[in-house]
């Protein structure tokens, strides 16, 4: 079968991979000068490229890293010991360890080992989705954690990272955010376990385009699609930017929900509605290069409301350390709905704006230790799981013959990463294998 991917995402490339494995000839339709989507690179200084968006693989990410194998990569996977923080009443705290809980200053004892309770129980939960897709992230987190947990840690946490959404969100958000984090200790060490491929996405995306071009399938970068239409026979054409006609005897539209419906003008109207139901948001992430480290966790949490951007990401402690030397790797992101204004302000200012809250955090930071800087910006990046979001999820199968849909939106039972978009792109694959 000749079959069109409309997307270049880890999304598309996967779902590429398994095809061609499977025997099709496959067409990926990027319309990026490079494929990767989130997962893409940047010259973070000259000479070194890693990962516009910061990415991690846990030792519990079976999907992604069986694929990493299928791609010849297994040998590269590195995993470092990480810590987590939270900023907290102006000081860093560590969070990364049964001590570290007891020691935290900002919560009462009760309230620790509440807290401590309730993440292993969370953890160990069985998936209980039904339950908890109907109920509130505010109503569960309160039930388990303690109303003062909850206004200390768990609701600054949620505004900050879904914003003006955070009254939406669904319980069954949560537990998986929480069963994911969790999932970062090792079964034996217990101690908290962050890896990377050697060379970052790059090497990955590097390692799957190598492999579709040997099958003798084709990518196609700079392809826009703008319309999709059948023709006679069952056959589809896709009508690219620049007046290029592609036709396939299967297309799979990779991309985000409101990009699908603008290129499908025939759209049946209850196909619409569903897609139209997902809300997502939007990103904007500043990276880093600064002379020096600046904490010793991975992730640091703020619970200040006031902070502009919604973590502290830095990635040197994950990184092998020949990619950077002694330099660090700061990312700096903020999620918000994609109608909120702070996503219209220019690269200076949100750089401006970030490195002044940067420097309340540690007022040390000099002009001279910022190396390199950039921001990068996506419209459509995290689905919103609200209350009831399994009623929002499409089939991957359209009422179109031979039209199928695979994306982030369809992300159930987790948070957004790259072990779930694995695990999706073979679930589509199988399905058009099996026909």
């Not at 013959?401 to 039972?413: A, G, H, K, Q």
């Amino acid at each position: 079968m000749e079959v069109g991917i409309i997307g270049g995402g880890m999304m598309g490339l996967a779902t590429a991979f398994y095809l061609a494995r499977g025997g099709n000839r496959v067409t990926v339709l990027e319309k990026e000068k490079e494929v990767g989507g989130l997962s893409r690179s940047e010259e973070i200084i000259p000479g070194i490229k890693w990962d516009r968006f910061y990415h991690v693989i846990l030792s519990t990410d079976d999907d992604l890293l069986e694929f990493i194998n299928d791609i010849g990569l297994s040998h590269d996977v590195r995993f470092k010991e990480t810590k987590t923080g939270f900023y907290m009443n102006r000081e860093l705290h560590s969070m990364s360890s049964v001590k570290d809980l007891l020691q935290f200053k900002p919560l009462s004892l009760w309230d620790k080992l509440r807290l401590g309770t309730g993440i292993l129980y969370a953890s160990k939960m069985n998936n209980r989705g039904e339950i908890l897709q109907k109920t509130s992230a505010k109503t569960w987190l309160i039930r388990v954690f303690g109303l003062r947990n909850y206004e200390k840690m768990w609701k600054p946490l949620l505004r900050s990272k879904l914003g003006e959404a955070e009254t939406q969100a669904s319980a069954f958000f949560i537990w998986a955010c929480i069963k994911r984090a969790y999932g970062t200790r090792h079964k034996s060490s217990k101690k908290e376990l962050m890896g990377v491929v050697r060379g970052g996405y790059q090497s990955i995306l590097e390692s799957i385009k190598e492999k579709l071009l040997e099958s003798d399938s084709t990518i196609l970068s700079g392809h826009s699609v703008k319309k999709l239409e059948p023709l006679s026979g069952g056959q589809l054409r896709t009508y690219c930017n620049g007046g290029k006609r592609l036709d396939f005897d299967q297309v799979v539209a990779t991309i985000p929900n409101p990009q699908i419906i603008s290129l499908w003008p025939d759209m049946p109207s209850e196909l619409r509605l569903m897609l139209e139901k997902v809300r997502y948001l939007s990103l904007v992430c500043a990276t880093l290069v600064l002379t020096k480290s600046l904490s010793p966790f991975y992730v640091t949490n703020l619970t200040d409301p006031e902070f502009p951007f919604t973590g502290l990401i830095e990635a040197t402690n994950v990184i092998p350390n020949e990619v950077l030397g002694t330099k660090a790797l700061i990312y700096l992101p903020r999620y918000m709905p994609p109608e909120d204004p702070f996503i219209e302000k220019s690269d200076e200012e949100v750089l401006d704006i970030f490195i002044r809250a940067l420097r309340r955090m540690f007022p040390y930071l000099a002009d001279e230790d910022i190396i390199t800087h950039s921001v990068h910006r996506e419209t459509y990046v995290q689905p919103i799981q609200e209350v009831g979001y399994s009623e929002k999820i499409t089939s991957m199968r359209t009422s179109l013959d031979n039209v199928y849909i695979v994306n982030t939106s369809m992300i159930l039972d987790s948070t957004l990463n790259n072990n779930q978009v694995i695990q999706l792109a073979r679930k589509m694959a199988n399905l058009l294998l099996k026909q």
